[in-house]
């Protein structure tokens, strides 16, 4: 088969030849195809071929096979047969020519698709022959495939990539011949970026790993590509959803399950399976960065989102109460922190932080360890806190203000621009007044048991007060909490326990406190939370109230306890004083009792009555609580300022005054005159005073010159017969009062008094107690009573001047001192003078006043005491007589039977024994028992007699006459007559009325002795022991029968009785003044002169050790006081009494006329007192000119002279006192 073409383009690729070559056959070219058909073996160059090309020589010599073959040769004009012949070709054949040959043959086979009539048979059958170079170099067919593409690829090596991805399509090379083709067939160019999107990303889910790998190096070398952007986003969508990436769990995902680790924050706050794996990064070597942008591009997370941050807060939140360390979970919290400031801070118009505010994901600032160990934190070590009210770190003395109310964020160093982003989240710039006041609340409560703990305290409450005043906050909820330091900053008190001014502030404490002055300049901020600048009513009565809270339960207050009370007490009532219409008290105001406790002052009682306080409050203590004296409060001892100050209290809060409640009344049912009845010298004096008629001349000047003489003479002299014919006296044995309480007797409050009034309708009865000392106090309380009395029976006639005049008269004695009082007073006088009638010695005692002759044989009798005298046992009648002196005794006479020299008239004295001498009897001034009953009724029976208490039990009167019987047998016979006739009448009822059942007992007792002795009956062994001195003339039994006596000594009691009764019931008065004497009359106090004389021998004893003239000053000085003593001792003999102080030279002159031995004691003080014995001189250097003193200024050798003196004045002091 030939066929010959005139011409023939073919596009081949010459080796070495980038791009297409054209050949064309002429007519005279032949074109040589050599195949493998039907002729065997035999090889043929598939290429067209000219006939010059052909060797000819080979044919010379074979002219045959030249014509042979030239006739067997193809014809290439005929390009559809050569088509057609290279069809029966193998396909393998093909494969084996040159790659040259065939992209010549490709070539040439091209071109006759334009020439052939069926030109789409003609393309069908050309791409059944593997003429086609693929991109891999391999020759293959195009038919039946997919798509067919020309590969324009960059890569000298085709990736092997390449032919995975074009599984089931041909992807030709870039050849000229392809490119020809590519026109011919309308095959389209891709470009390598074009091949990996539409062949290898389809099937990038089935690469193997290492395909992977390869596909990504491919996609890191395309990405170069200027058409990438174009594939960009189509590429990044579908490796998206490729999961070619292994965790270290060994499970792939996709690329947007990891985390760049790059990013500090996804390292801080992600486990390690959310990162890629290093085995993944290993396989790229130095490409790792270019992967990472990849990746980041395919969705691996790189950039934290604001999501992100939230979640990643929240995160922090939970893993705060779990277990995560602290460490970790602080280094995710900073990491956090700082990234939501960035965030915020590089996105405009972002609200991240305030959508984050409110998570607790913040680990505050470290709070100074000081200040931890005084108070716990806000949060704690594995707290965390939100940003939204918590404080922003600008200064680190904020945390002394405000560490345990709020958190503080770490924001040192930072970016102002993040502190103004945390401002807006809700973050606090400065510290918010309300939580430094929250702040105090939290730490005032905690102890500080050290100094340093204290001056943490200090500093942190110093500061908070400065800052809160400079804010001008007014924090008044702080005003119950203890937020005040005070006592040099060692404690803090509550508002109300503290003021900026207080006096005698110490004495206050624990319960109100004064600032320190060196906290005052804090003295806005103490008034903006309560304090005041001085103590408050309602301050010193919570004061008052905390103490009482204190003492509950306790028996009393402590010792401060009561100082501070005391001063809460003044300063309380001198405040309401000053702000009376300014008082604030709380529902109960509390004040203190006498009993040293607190209660409340409604419940107290104030004493505002006259009566004694010791006699109304003792017997009230048990059924009133009794308020404390304020003048123990330091508030003056006037009980009427007192009074006017507790009147100023709230009517709820006033103690009741006693007066409202108590009153007085004579106590007893029966009420006994006095034993000398209407002869009573003591009310006689008062009633001869008002009777008198100096007395009643005085007072009527006294109504003349009140009234400037406009009451006559007469009238004046008939208002007063008038008047004290309305008034009555009558005196009592003794004068009791008792208060009433609520009108109902109080117990032990029994009192006696010297005057009592009751008033009637018609006049008034003055009771007066008895009293035979008409002392200037006696009868100036008598007397003024009688005073206020008398004008408010004149209708108070007589002005206050006039009173005193009126007081002044009522003891005057004489019309001469009348006279002078009236002159005093500027009253006119015309008095008639009226002399006064005392007894004179030897004159008859009236018989009213038998009864008051005292019939104990064992008195002692005093020169110039008046006494009663029985001249004989005869006679009937007593006389008066005066004491002249005490004789020596006779040595037959007993220790109780002394004799005197007495006066019975004028210059008519005898000799007599003290059983022959009455003493008058006086009224006992202890309290008599008792009576239940408050009404005054005088007794209608036997008028008691004057006699001194009567014995309680008969027990007492059996050892009274059994005492008495055993002085009897020391008597001769004749004083033992007198001695038995005078123990008779002492116990005869008719004798003791009042006490008749004891007295019968008594008597029918002392008659059966009196019987035991006449019979010679021994005595008993009790009685026996007491006879401690026997006398010589003493007689075992008694030499008469005294029974033969007895109905006329019971005669004689009779009449005593008689006499005793008339004179009350007549009213009829002796008709002496003796009482004026008896009154003044004194006691001797042998007892207590001998205790004194003994003090004195041993100041004299202890004078003799100070001799030798080392310490003159004390032998002289213990010398006037043995002086002073023994002169002392010589009055209590005399009076019972020492005289008021006075010097012991005055005290010799007083004592020289008690006797005639003691009448040179003055003389022997004067030479004493020339030697230097002086109390002051011999102790106190003031008493001398410098430089002297006391132990210089003395001779030692009068102290000699100063002992022997001394010792010659007690031994005359000492007969006197002895005997």
């Given amino acids: 088969m030939s066929s010959v073409y005139s011409t023939l383009e073919v596009n081949h690729v010459t080796p070495g030849v980038t791009g297409p070559s054209t050949h064309k056959f002429t007519d005279n070219d032949e074109v040589v195809l050599c195949c493998l058909g039907s002729k065997g073996e035999d090889i043929i160059h598939p290429g067209p071929v000219r006939t010059g090309d052909i060797n000819y020589s080979f044919f010379v010599g074979l002219p045959y096979l030249h014509t042979t073959l030239n006739s067997e040769v193809l014809q290439t004009s005929e390009i559809a047969a050569v088509l057609d012949q290279l069809l029966q070709v193998p396909h393998s054949n093909i494969k084996k020519i040159d790659s040259y040959e065939l992209d010549s043959l490709l070539h040439f086979l091209l071109s006759g698709i334009s020439a052939t009539r069926d030109s789409q048979e003609y393309q069908r059958k050309l791409k059944t022959l593997p003429l086609f170079e693929t991109a891999h170099g391999e020759r293959q067919s195009i038919e039946g495939c997919n798509k ?204 991240l932080l305030k959508r984050i505010a409110t998570i607790k994901f913040v680990f505050p600032l470290k709070i100074q360890k000081k200040l931890c160990n005084y108070h716990q934190p806000f949060a704690g070590e594995r707290d965390v806190v939100a940003i939204t009210e918590s404080l922003i770190d600008t200064n680190s003395d904020h945390q002394y203000l405000i560490w345990s109310s709020t958190p503080i964020l770490p924001t040192d160093k930072l970016n102002q621009s993040y502190l103004k982003d945390l401002v807006k989240a809700g973050a606090f710039h400065q510290p918010p007044c309300e939580l430094v006041a929250q702040n105090l609340k939290n730490i005032c409560q905690s102890e500080c048991p050290n100094i340093h703990l204290r001056n943490i305290r200090k500093t942190a409450f110093c500061q908070s007060y400065a800052y809160l005043q400079s804010k001008n906050f007014r924090a008044s909820e702080l005003q119950d909490l203890p937020v005040v330091l005070v006592e040099n900053d060692a404690i803090l008190v509550q508002a109300s326990r503290a003021v900026l001014s207080l006096d005698n502030d110490l004495e206050f404490r624990p319960y109100l406190y004064k600032i320190s002055p060196q906290h005052a300049l804090y003295a806005e901020f103490f008034e903006g939370i309560g304090v005041k600048e001085r103590p408050t009513i309602r301050q010193y009565s919570i004061v008052l109230k905390d103490i009482y809270m204190d003492s509950k339960g306790k028996e009393t207050l402590n010792a401060n306890q009561q100082l501070t009370v005391k001063r809460a007490v003044q300063h309380l009532f001198k405040l309401i004083a000053d702000q009376p219409k300014q008082m604030q008290f709380p529902k109960h105001l509390y004040l203190p009792s006498t009993d040293g406790k607190l209660y409340k002052s409604q419940d107290l009682y104030f004493n505002d009555t006259v009566y004694q306080t010791k006699r ?234 038998y009864d008051v002759l005292d019939m104990n044989f064992m008195n002692n009798y005093e020169r110039g005491e008046y006494v009663g005298f029985k001249k004989t046992s005869e006679d009937e009648h007593y006389y008066h007589a005066v004491i002249v002196e005490r004789l020596a005794a006779l040595h037959e006479t007993g220790q109780y039977c002394c004799r005197y020299k007495i006066e019975i008239g004028k210059d008519e004295f005898v000799e007599v024994s003290s059983l022959d001498l009455y003493q008058f009897k006086r009224e006992k001034t202890s309290a008599s028992k008792q009576s239940v009953c408050r009404t005054i009724q005088l007794v209608d029976g036997p008028v008691p007699s004057p006699e001194e ?271």
Avoid at 202 to 219: A, G
Avoid at 1037 to 1044: A, D, L, T
Avoid at 1096 to 1119: I, R, Y
């Fill in 148 to 351: 067919v593409f020309i590969l324009k690829t960059c890569f000298e090596m085709i990736p092997d990539l390449y032919c995975i991805a074009a599984n089931g399509h041909i992807v030709l090379n870039n050849s000229s011949v392809n490119q020809k083709l590519s026109v011919t067939l309308k095959i389209s160019a891709l470009t390598d970026l074009e091949f990996y999107v539409n062949f290898l990303l389809p099937i990038f889910h089935t690469l193997t790993e290492k395909q992977v790998i390869d596909s990504i190096f491919l996609l890191l070398v395309l990405k170069q590509h200027q058409t990438y952007k174009k594939y960009k986003d189509q590429i990044v969508d579908q490796l998206r959803r490729v999961r070619f990436i292994r965790d270290i769990q060994g499970t792939l995902q996709l690329a947007s399950y990891f985390f760049d680790e790059k990013e500090p924050l996804y390292k801080i706050m992600l486990p390690r399976e959310k990162f890629v794996p290093p085995t993944f990064w290993e396989a790229f070597d130095h490409e790792e960065g270019s992967v990472r942008r990849l990746l980041k591009e395919l969705g691996m997370k790189h950039i934290v989102s604001d999501v992100e941050i939230i979640r990643f807060a929240n995160m922090i939140e939970s893993e705060a109460r779990g277990r995560t360390s602290i460490d970790e979970l602080k280094k995710k919290s900073s990491a956090l922190f700082i990234k939501a400031l960035e965030y915020n801070a590089t996105k405009k118009d972002s609200n």
């Fill in 616 to 849: 109304l409050e003792d017997s009230l203590k048990d059924k009133f609580r009794l308020l404390m004296n304020l003048g123990d409060c330091h508030l003056g001892e006037d009980p009427y300022k007192h009074q006017k100050m507790l009147q100023l209290l709230p009517k709820d809060n006033r103690p009741t005054m006693l007066s409202h409640i108590t009153s007085e009344s004579l106590v007893g049912s029966r009420m006994n005159q006095c034993e000398y009845g209407k002869s009573c010298e003591f009310s006689g004096w008062f009633e001869k005073h008002l009777s008198s008629s100096p007395f009643l001349h005085g007072l009527t000047c006294l109504i003349r010159e009140q009234s400037k003489g406009d009451v006559s003479q007469a009238d004046a002299v008939e208002l007063c017969q008038n008047t004290f014919g309305r008034l009555q006296i009558i005196c009592c044995e003794n004068l009791e009062t008792e208060l009433l309480l609520h009108h109902e007797p109080l117990a032990h409050t029994t009192s006696e008094t010297q005057v009592y009034v009751t008033k009637e309708p018609q006049g008034c009865t003055f009771y007066l107690r008895h009293s035979d000392d008409r002392g200037f106090r006696v009868m100036h309380e008598v007397a003024m009573t009688l005073t206020k009395e008398i004008n408010s029976l004149l209708r108070n006639a007589l002005h206050p001047n006039s009173l005193l005049g009126l007081g002044e008269l009522l003891l005057c004695d004489t019309q001469e001192e009348v006279e002078k009082t009236l002159e005093k007073y500027g009253i006119r006088n015309s008095a008639i003078k009226v002399a006064l009638h005392h007894p004179d010695p030897g004159s008859l005692i009236p018989e009213e006043c």
């Fill in 949 to 1219: 208490d009567f014995p309680e039990t008969f027990e007492e009167i059996k050892r009274e006459i059994d005492k008495y019987l055993t002085e009897i047998r020391t008597l001769s016979k004749d004083e033992q007559a007198k001695a038995i006739r005078r123990l008779y009448l002492r116990w005869h009822p008719d004798k003791n009325p009042g006490q008749e059942k004891l007295a019968n007992e008594a008597f029918r007792y002392l008659k059966n002795k009196i019987r035991e002795f006449e019979a010679n009956e021994t005595v008993s062994k009790s009685t026996t022991r007491n006879f401690s001195r026997q006398n010589e003339t003493a007689q075992s039994h008694f030499p008469w029968n005294f029974e033969n006596f007895y109905p006329q000594w019971n005669t004689e009691a009779t009449r005593h009785r008689q006499g005793r009764e008339r004179s009350h019931h007549n009213s009829t008065r002796p008709q002496s003044d003796f009482w004026a004497f008896q009154q003044e009359m004194p006691r001797s106090d042998k007892v207590e002169a001998k205790r004194w004389y003994l003090q004195a021998q041993c100041d004299l004893n202890a004078a003799h050790n100070d001799t030798g003239g080392v310490t003159t000053e004390w032998c002289l000085f213990k010398v006037h006081q043995a002086v002073e003593k023994a002169l002392i001792a010589v009055e209590y003999r005399r009076s019972g009494k020492p005289s008021p102080t006075s010097s012991i030279s005055n005290l010799a002159k007083k004592v020289s006329g008690y006797s005639p031995e003691l009448n040179t004691l003055p003389g022997l003080v004067s030479r004493l007192k020339r030697l230097g014995v002086d109390g002051k001189t011999t102790q106190y250097p003031n008493y001398h000119d410098p430089p002297k003193i006391p132990n210089n200024a003395f001779q030692p050798e009068n102290e000699k002279e100063a002992l022997d003196i001394t010792l010659e004045l007690l031994q005359k002091v000492d007969s006197y006192v002895t005997n």
